[in-house]
């Protein structure tokens, strides 16, 4: 069965730093990968997926992710926070039957 | 495109109504998922249809609850009846195919539940 663990469900980050969010999935079959954002009171949006072609993705807004079959890790990131950039982040796993199994989101706070 | 559509956006309700929530997908999609979210439980999975039948309901919590899809560009989740502890965010969302798994799925905005 397909699972997704995001290490860390607040992360805090000066304006200008390095953001890491960490995803962790556990598949038993070659898995497609997905990061999606919440900004307050939205509906969630695609920033970017993994879908074996490359293991480097780059996504919206600076973002970009490495999917590493050694570590079994998807962990998102973005050179220089923008105070834009705070919301609530979602790895994501495609299942059986294309269904997408969450992580427990990562909230990310932008300090000025 | 006008993305996924939701109504209400916001609902307030007494214990023991019944509550619909309706979602209209993106045109061409053919397939459709319903979620909930909630402090507690996260997102979780509902139902999701194929080509407007029903594939899973596994996530559907209990009898109270009942999702429909009678036509592609239309669906509804229903509430009957209603408890505080349905209070949460339902998202729907819609995708090209999910038989292939890679696809987007695109969500809407969301309704809010407020269950008193």
Redesign the interface.
């Known amino acids: 069965a397909q699972s997704v663990t995001q290490l860390g469900s607040h992360v805090s980050v000066s304006e200008g730093a390095l953001v890491l969010l960490r995803c962790n999935y556990s598949s038993s079959v070659p898995p497609y990968l997905f990061w999606y954002v919440q900004y307050p009171n939205q509906g969630l949006q695609l920033l970017l997926k993994y879908t074996s072609a490359a293991t480097l993705v780059k996504g919206i807004n600076g973002f970009e992710a490495e999917f590493k079959k050694s570590e079994t890790s998807f962990h998102l990131t973005k050179p220089s926070a923008h105070m834009s950039d705070a919301a609530e982040y979602f790895c994501a796993v495609s299942a059986q039957g294309g269904k997408l199994i969450f992580g427990q989101g990562t909230e990310l706070s932008v300090k000025p | 495109d006008a993305g ?1 559509i939701q109504s209400p956006r916001h609902e307030v309700t007494e214990m023991g109504q019944e509550v619909t929530l309706r979602c209209k997908p993106i045109s061409g999609h053919n ?1 459709l ?1 319903w979620y909930r979210q909630t402090m507690m439980r ?2 979780e ?1 509902l139902i ?1 249809f ?1 080509n407007n039948v029903p ?2 309901d596994s996530g559907m919590p209990e009898d109270r609850f009942s999702a429909k899809m009678p036509n592609a560009s239309f669906s509804t989740l229903k509430i009957q009846p209603s408890e505080p502890r349905d209070s949460a965010v339902y ?1 729907c ?1 819609s ?1 090209g ?14 309704t809010r539940l407020l269950v008193l």
């Open positions: 996924v397939s998922f996260g997102l999975l999701y194929n594939i899973d998202f969302a995708s195919t999910a038989a292939s798994g890679e696809e987007t799925q695109y969500f809407g905005p969301g």
